[in-house]
């Protein structure tokens, strides 16, 4: 990934964001904040991400704000989206398995190299479904998104939650 003094920090946007997530979704009671890694793959770009999120529990819901970062390993040039996502999980009358779907904005930042190098930033929109379970203190998951933007996505990914 090379320093692009024109595009935003993701690191200090999304910090940004999880913090403002966390004082927004917050009451005086504690908030359910998780945070896990995620990999798997990029179906239209053809390659392996990997990433990174929050899980906000939104007051006393079953509605959650997942801010995420992931980093698509593209050959040529850098790939890295930052996704607002929020999603609601469905009742499975079980306390250790979970079943979501939600959406939310998407940003995409692409960086080609080449001789013909095209840096863009698109503005999308996520629709995903995922499925965990609780195992102790871990909760892996398996989720499937589609960025809807200039350059569509479908994203496969497993991940874990602490």
């Not at 024109?6 to 999304?14: E, H, I, Q, T, V």
């Not at 079980?94 to 930042?109: M, N």
């Not at 929109?125 to 998104?145: E, N, R």
């Amino acid at each position: 990934m090379r320093f692009d003094p024109a595009k935003p920090c993701l690191g200090l946007l999304a910090a940004t964001l999880v913090t403002s997530g966390v004082l927004l979704c917050s009451t005086p009671a504690a908030a359910d904040v998780d945070v896990g890694l995620r990999g798997g793959y990029y179906t239209d770009a053809g390659e392996p991400f990997l990433g990174a999120d929050v899980l906000i529990q939104i007051q006393d819901t079953r509605w959650f704000f997942n801010p995420n970062l992931e980093y698509v390993f593209v050959q040529h040039g850098d790939l890295e989206t930052l996704n607002l996502d929020v999603h609601y999980d469905l009742d499975t009358h079980d306390k250790d398995f979970y079943v979501w779907l939600g959406g939310g904005p998407a940003i995409l930042f692409r960086d080609e190299s080449g001789p013909h190098g095209d840096n863009q930033t698109d503005l999308g929109f996520d629709l995903l479904g995922g499925v965990g379970w609780q195992l102790k203190s871990l909760v892996p998951y398996l989720q499937a998104k589609a960025i809807i933007s200039d350059e569509s996505e479908v994203v496969l990914a497993v991940g874990v939650r602490f």
